[in-house]
């Protein structure tokens, strides 16, 4: 699928497409409780940490994912969610890290995103900046 929307992407005359790069055992708690939405669109019997771990690609399918964004010459950018997965994208390496919505004040990640990469991005359209 991740394929297909690269393809999409080039067809439809894109720069860049953006995937989001973690580890659900770095990102999610085996404890945490899925919330009302995630009840309702997915079986009662399904963890939050197994839900989370069927969006998951290993890193080695990133690796392969950058290199084909290369082959169709589109650039490929990401959205680390954990300190594993920036060193990954460091490494590949991505122009850009986007910072999480979610982590856009939690300085110590960014600032270790920003280390990595000379451009990181940090877009919220939901977060209280005051």
């Keep these: 699928m991740a394929r297909e929307l690269v393809y999409v992407a080039?067809?439809?005359g894109c720069d860049a497409v953006k995937f989001q790069t973690f580890k659900t055992e770095n990102v999610c708690s085996p404890l945490a409780p899925k919330a009302t939405y995630q009840m309702q669109t997915t079986?009662?019997?399904?963890?939050?940490?197994?839900m989370i771990r069927k969006f998951e690609l290993?890193?080695?399918?990133?690796?392969?994912l950058y290199r084909y964004c290369i082959n169709k010459?589109?650039?490929f950018l990401s959205t680390p969610f954990d300190y594993e997965s920036a060193d990954l994208?460091?490494?590949?390496?991505?122009p850009a890290f986007k910072v999480p919505s979610g982590e856009?004040?939690?300085?110590?990640f960014s600032g270790t995103c920003g280390e990595k990469r000379a451009s990181v991005n940090c877009?919220?359209?939901?977060?209280?900046h005051g």
Excluded at 58 to 64: K, L, N, T
Aim: aromatic share 14%; hydrophobic share 45%; net charge negative.
């Design 123 to 128: 877009f919220n359209w939901h977060g209280d």
């Design 43 to 50: 079986q009662a019997t399904e963890s939050q940490l197994d």
């Design 73 to 75: 010459e589109i650039i």
């Design 89 to 94: 994208l460091a490494a590949l390496p991505v």
């Design 58 to 64: 290993s890193f080695e399918a990133f690796r392969e």
């Design 104 to 108: 856009i004040t939690n300085f110590v």
């Design 10 to 12: 080039v067809e439809s």
